[in-house]
């Protein structure tokens, strides 16, 4: 069995040049089969909105879907480090609020971390986080509860004044103390510009190959999420064609009373 990791562990992979990996999981079966097979990293991301509640964005989901979440999550986790996602407003409001919200999702969840979406914003919330001993990761760039401000999903960063914005708010992240960044949505250029400017792990989405680590949600990379495929998601699998025939062949077989047989059934 391998060695739980923490956040430290983390940290070292970025400097051993190690590849961290993360992926999204929303529930015990899940959990357990990406830690089982040597995940480093678990985000129960407020993906969870989209993915798994059928919202357009992450802005609906609540503190106590989330702690639901984390519950079912932490249950199948042994060896990969816990992070949680603070879902909107719950940490923008003021920094009493959001220590008391990333502490439950701590106390309650049993995450080991929460990430928060933004730079130089929300420096003083990481601070205020940090400070109660609770591991913070960043979020800049592409951050989806920013989707009415960015006007849709769109990659951020392009020009150079753009550029020279989020790498000031992933430096602001690493300073109020944040163990890790989240790049998402960004040019590979500046990615890689943020990771040599930094000296956290970066962990891109949709952020090119230079970053410490990568990170995508399961729905996407197993071909779940029907809906729609953004370029920087590669499928791994197909999934909902193989649930969908399931379900196809269950009909037929209950409709033509193939099922149940009799090794389904009570003498
Ligand atoms: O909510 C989420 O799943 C995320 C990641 C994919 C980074 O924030």
Not at 60 to 66: A, F, Q
Not at 167 to 188: M, R, Y
């Amino acid at each position: 069995m391998q060695k739980k990791k923490t956040i430290l562990d983390i940290q070292k992979m970025r400097q051993a040049g190690e590849k961290i990996t993360v992926l999204t999981a929303y529930d015990y079966p899940f959990a357990s089969m990406m830690d089982g097979e040597g995940i480093d990293m678990i985000l129960v991301g407020d993906s969870v909105g989209t993915v798994v509640a059928g919202y357009d964005d992450t802005l609906p989901v609540t503190m106590d879907e989330m702690l639901y979440h984390c519950r079912a999550v932490r249950r199948g986790v042994r060896q990969a480090l816990l992070v949680v996602d603070m879902p909107f407003l719950s940490y923008q409001i003021d920094l009493t609020e959001a220590r008391r919200n990333a502490g439950r999702l701590v106390k309650e969840g049993g995450a080991e971390a929460v990430k928060l979406e933004g730079g130089s914003n929300v420096a003083d919330t990481i601070r205020a986080i940090v400070d109660m001993d609770v591991p913070v990761m960043g979020h800049v760039g592409l951050t989806p509860q920013s989707v009415h401000r960015m006007g849709g999903y769109k990659v951020q960063g392009k020009g150079r004044e753009q550029a020279d914005r989020l790498l000031a708010d992933a430096q602001a992240v690493e300073q109020a103390g944040a163990f890790s960044v989240v790049l998402e949505g960004i040019p590979a250029g500046l990615a890689r510009e943020i990771t040599a400017a930094v000296s956290i792990p970066t962990i891109g989405i949709g952020a090119g190959v230079d970053c410490d680590g990568q990170v995508l949600v399961i729905h996407d990379i197993l071909g779940l999420c029907e809906k729609y495929s953004p370029k920087f998601v590669k499928k791994f699998a197909d999934v909902s064609g193989t649930i969908r025939q399931g379900i196809r062949d269950y009909i037929d077989e209950v409709k033509s009373e193939q099922f149940p047989g009799s090794e389904h059934s009570f003498k």
